[in-house]
């Protein structure tokens, strides 16, 4: 990862599977990623961030730039995605977040009055704030030679507004839940500063070089139809619209955008109309059931449980292959329906990906 810097002369696209199925044309073959493709279950990636902080980790593009292409190295995957995290925009907003071992993300000083709100920045330069992860999209995006795709991404507002009041990781999120209950003025104020700034940041990314974006709604699952349509849907929305006019303006490219809400199956026919260009599914969701909902003009992604790549290898042959049938070989991107977990043996990462490619290719040809 010691190219130029500069987010212009990009090598040329060799396998734009990824970006044809997202925008819904033909592909030969079932396009495959996986969410934290970049992550602790390679022993690479356990090397490189060895003695380093997590988000100090973040915020060096050379070894975003390293832990980004390690699962290329291992695997025919059809897109990169950047390695970064989505608690860098609370940062950028002014608020502390460490990674404590055996707890994860922390807020030693979550939100928990209104009052609160005050202390937020309130306008961000994006550029300033979260310039290292532009720097590790243009360094990636030269580095990966053109091989695949490069996928930017962000939290959504009530994932990220989530963490800032809970000040971590919860299994009710309770305390952010009774923002939205209590103190419904103060909880849009904050998501609308939220979605701004994503906004920016999004844009700032393809800048950078991405040539995808996927919106990641992680925590959508907390909230009940009502409370999704109030605090989340609108700001996921306005996301969509405001990156893509502010691409036009900036005369940048108009990549696909994603979106990932989890658990929100009574949303995926109002996500489908949300302005993205392919809805994220988890694996709770029967594929058939999933298309009747979004309809015919998205592309879906997903469903795979994560679980199943603990199967023997010819297991997770068979699901793939059913899953292929379910959802179809075309406009469609096939995924895991959550991230991967730590302690997954990278071979059945590989039988997976590999598998997606065999049996779409075989259905394909039939």
Not at 118 to 123: A, N, P, S
Not at 247 to 258: G, R, S
Not at 298 to 304: D, E, F, I, K, M
Request: aromatic residues 8%; contains cysteine.
């Amino acid at each position: 990862c010691s190219f130029s810097c500069s987010p212009k002369g990009f090598p040329k696209l060799k396998n734009d599977t990824f970006l044809r199925a997202a925008r819904g044309e033909e592909t030969e073959h079932t396009p495959v990623w996986c969410m934290r493709q970049a992550g602790r279950y390679l022993p690479e990636f356990r090397e490189t961030r060895a003695a380093q902080d997590f988000f100090a980790t973040c915020r060096s593009p050379k070894l975003c730039c390293e832990l980004t292409l390690q699962p290329l190295r291992r695997f025919p995957l059809d897109a990169a995605i950047i390695f970064s995290d989505i608690l860098v925009v609370p940062q950028a907003l002014g608020m502390e977040v460490i990674m404590v071992p055996g707890k994860g993300p922390t807020f030693p000083e979550p939100l928990k009055e209104v009052e609160d709100l005050l202390k937020l920045r309130q306008k961000v330069d994006v550029t300033a704030e979260l310039g290292y992860v532009f720097q590790a999209i243009t360094l990636t995006r030269h580095s990966l030679e053109g091989k695949v795709p490069l996928i930017g991404f962000s939290g959504a507002p009530w994932t990220l507004m989530s963490y800032m009041i809970e000040g971590g990781g919860s299994t009710t999120m309770a305390k952010a839940k009774s923002w939205l209950y209590r103190h419904p003025e103060a909880s849009h104020r904050l998501l609308r500063l939220l979605a701004d700034v994503v906004t920016d940041y999004l844009v700032g990314q393809v800048a950078a070089g991405a040539q995808a974006l996927q919106l990641f709604e992680s925590h959508a699952g907390h909230l009940g139809p009502e409370q999704f349509q109030e605090f989340a849907l609108p700001y996921i929305r306005d996301i969509a619209r405001g990156v893509k006019s502010k691409l036009k303006a900036e005369a940048l490219p108009l990549v696909p955008m994603i979106i990932f809400a989890k658990d929100a199956h009574y949303a995926l026919g109002d996500l489908a109309q949300a302005g993205y260009e392919v809805v994220g599914l988890d694996w709770t969701i029967r594929p058939q059931e999933a298309r009747a909902q979004t309809g015919k003009d998205v592309t879906l992604q997903g469903n795979l449980d994560p679980c199943a790549l603990y199967a023997p290898k010819e297991k997770i042959g068979e699901l793939v292959k059913k899953m292929l049938e379910g959802f179809g070989t075309q406009r469609y991107i096939a995924n895991l329906g959550h991230g991967l977990y730590p302690d997954m043996n990278p071979e059945h990462v590989g039988a997976f990906v590999e598998a997606v490619h065999a049996h779409s290719r075989h259905i394909n040809k039939h």
